[in-house]
């Protein structure tokens, strides 16, 4: 903080803000034609009150440059921003200082136009001379909107001077003839002025075109001199032509004085838009970039903008104004009113309003007249007359209060920390001595309820008396409402007055509980994953190996993009209908889930011995496979419930149907339910009632998604992609992805741990999702796979005999040990594989590696979450160390590892005991930048 730097407020208050009678074209602020510009009288105020002499002023809207000039007049250095390519063009140019060989490079090109322009309109006007017309050979925009813009002689002369500016060996001086060339584009087009995107006639000759950059130059000429002989050598002038929601490091600076684009107002990318094509630009880039363009506030369309989408943009902005603009110091923003499909909406309200979420405090608002010379595309904006000068203080961070969940595992505290860090940009500090610590402070980027929004293993955010629950919290307590009767719910949920928190650790709230899937990951830990790897506003979150889609699910709520793949048919299909069950609306699920009950309520019960018209439809071999595995008269119920569920028309609850019925078919069939692997148990089938096991089973989703979606039903969805196909072959099924995806998030399958197909044999062969024939083929392709034969075991060995420099010298060594081991002693075959199958697994995760390494952005993470495990080999126990050789392997292929965190095992991914690793480990890799 400058301890100097003294405003005086009266003094501010005093000044005419309106300078009616002021001349602003003045130095260089006449060189281009620039629509909507603020006057140069305001800025210079504004920095020569709010700043002292070898300081800094930022213009984080820089426009045509108007602060950046004062600034520099004023004696303090500047850095400019805007994603316009014609604002950084023009800035650079009117801040430029030129030494005597710039000049003359200027005026010779000013003598070289002057004859050329002459030359044209002799050779059109006088009848004693009869030449062909001027022809350039210089190259020229191949672009259509060149013929319907120009006339073809103004094409041919302002592709001459084009390259004539190009041709310039200084970068000082081409800057300043671009920019002259720049601002006749328009007025020897049939463009309307610079505010109307309309085509007419005008009166332009042959010759005109040059005559007019000449006139230009000159005017630029003696601009840039009388501004080069006013300002000191010694200052900085840096103009960034960058999208400032970017967040781009500009260091930190002493004040900013700029003049956002008013949303609804004018469409900059298509003002200029011949412009741009004639100088290469992308215009296309920075159409997208634009904020407050009037083609996408007056969009009729879903994805238009509103005055949401302004204030998230500002949001994000202070966000970052916040980690440059020097604690204490000002920020001034010149702004006026909108009017947004017929509302009017007051920016600098708006403005302030966010801007205090972030740790600054208005100080005054100044009030003035605008100028009727000032120009808008949008003529109800026009006759807004008036706006205001809004100064802010950056008054630093708020301290907020956190309170995080007292339930959790050592480990999600780890977590939980590191989230709250990575989202407020500062270390939190316990309020506590004592041992176990609930309470932490924090000085925070985000406003309170923002950072509630977004964070997993926290109750909430305080911030000046003002509690916010965590939205993650309550999306949990939704769970406690699943006791009442259906019709009651959307009664009580959103909740209006006291929330039932969990008091435990809830895991399948939302769409989360939908069908068992053995070892799926938690969703918590998703969520705080993301927060950790700072995944970007509709950032793309990659899951794999996606099994149950914990990880999309979790990108769909968060606003982003999911993508997942999976090799598991029915995994492809729960994580599709649990994505899919986010936006369906509440009501619509209620009533299909009524219609469904009664009509299966109201049916007549199938005799056994009648034909199954949805079972005599299933491929012969399924059926056959089937028969061994249930009762007749259990057949005959599902037989009832699967042909009402093909009669449900919304795909979504069909599916939803479809997995309760998946969850129940291992309960009524001869499968041993407590068993990993698929092995019969021939039970009296007599209390066995599957129309109520499902119609249970239903409910009990329907209750918990329904609860949900009605907390939910405002939030701002992500989308997600979800398909069946290989890890190995990522990059092949996701070309479009390569080197874009924000955060890898996957829990991959453990070494021979679990045999996922295998276990779901039953409901692939019943919804037909997978024939027999298919299944025995699909589970070679496994990763993990448990299951080969006599050959395949010498074939995996062989090709580990060859291939084995592919792996790193741990993973060799364990492999080779095995195989030793077991072929010391009478192993049965099951041992004997062991070592094959572990070479399979190790140069599997090396290829999932490489494929993951080509999806992630430079610098991005990816969290694997993976378990280790043991066998017993000629009698002896060898540690199978999964996380720390597929350390190893990801090192290999070019990841690179930062600290790993040890989760303990949770109850929910124990559900084989016999099976059970004691603990897990988050691997997280990133791609080297």
Known sequence: MNLNLNPNWKKLTEIDWNFSEAKTNYLTHRLHPYPAKFIPQIPHQLIQELSQPGETVADIFCGSGTTLVEALTLKRHTIGIDANPIACLISEAKTTCFNTEDKALLNSLVRRTENLSQSIYINTKSPLFNTEKFTSSAARPNHKAISFWFEPFVVEELAEILDWCKQLPRKSSKKIALTAFSSIVVTVSKQDPDTRYVRRQKKIVPGDTCKRF????????????????????????????????????????????????????????????????????????????????HRKYSSKSSKGATIETFRSEMATIFDWLGEHLKFNRYACFVVGDSLIKGKKISNVDLISEVAKDYGFSEIQRIHRQMQDR????????????????????????????????????????KLALSELTTLTGSEPYALTTEKEVFNFQVFSNLPANILASKLSYWESVIQE????????????????????????????????????????????????????????????????????????????????MSGSGTTLVEAVLGGYHGVGLDMNPLSVLIGKTKCDLLSVPPDKLLENHQKLVNSLMNLKTTKSSAKLDYFSNLPRENQIYLNRWFAKDILAELDNIAILIK????????????????????????????????????????????????????????????????????????????????????????????????????????????????????SLCYLNLLSRSQHRKQDLKMIGNREITEKQRRDYWQYFQHQKALLPQSVISLIEKIDRLNTQSNAGFRRRNLAALLAKYFFDMREVFQEILELLKPGAFAYIVIGNNHTISGGERVEIETAKLLVDIGEMVGLEIVEQIEMEMLASRNIFKKNAVASEIILPFFRPT
């Open 465 to 544: 008396d003002k509690t916010h629950f965590t939205t993650q919290v309550i999306r949990e307590a939704t769970v406690n409402t699943t006791h009442q009767r259906l019709e009651e719910i959307s009664k009580n949920v959103p909740f209006s007055q006291s929330i039932p928190f969990p008091k435990w650790r809830c895991l399948r709230y939302g769409t989360h509980g939908i069908h068992e899937y053995r070892g799926k990951f938690f969703p918590q830990l998703v969520r705080s994953l993301i927060n950790i790897a700072k995944v970007p506003e509709k950032g793309i979150i990659a899951d794999p």
């Open 374 to 413: 000032k120009k808008y595309f949008n003529p109800a904006i026009g006759r807004i007359k008036t706006e205001q000068i809004l100064i802010l203080q950056n008054s630093g961070k708020p301290l907020l209060k956190c309170k995080i969940k007292p339930y959790i595992q050592p480990f999600e505290r």
């Open 647 to 762: 009669s449900v028309e919304n795909n979504t609850m069909q599916n939803l149907m479809q997995l309760s019925m998946s969850n129940i078919i291992r309960k009524v069939s001869w499968q041993k339910e407590s068993d990993l692997r698929v092995r019969k148990e021939i039970i009296n089938t007599a209390n066995i009632q599957p129309k109520q096991e499902f119609l249970n089973e239903l409910e009990n989703s329907v209750k918990t998604v329904l609860s949900f979606l009605y907390k939910n039903q405002d939030s701002q969805l992500g989308t997600f992609d979800i398909q069946g196909g290989n890890a190995r072959k990522v990059t092949t099924i996701w070309q479009d992805l390569i080197g874009k995806v924000d955060v890898v998030i996957t829990s991959p399958p453990y070494a021979t741990a679990l045999p996922y197909l295998d276990t779901d044999r039953l």
């Open 214 to 293: 000449t006139k230009a130059l000159k005017e630029a000429i003696a601009s840039v001199s009388e501004f080069t002989n006013q300002v000191e050598a010694n200052l900085n002038c840096q103009v960034n032509c960058t999208n400032l929601l970017t967040k781009p490091d500009i260091g930190d600076v002493d004040l900013v004085v700029c003049s956002p684009p008013y949303p609804n107002a004018y469409s900059y990318h298509l003002y200029h838009c011949t412009r741009m094509i004639w100088l290469g630009m992308n215009q296309p880039q920075f159409k997208q970039e634009e904020i407050g363009s």
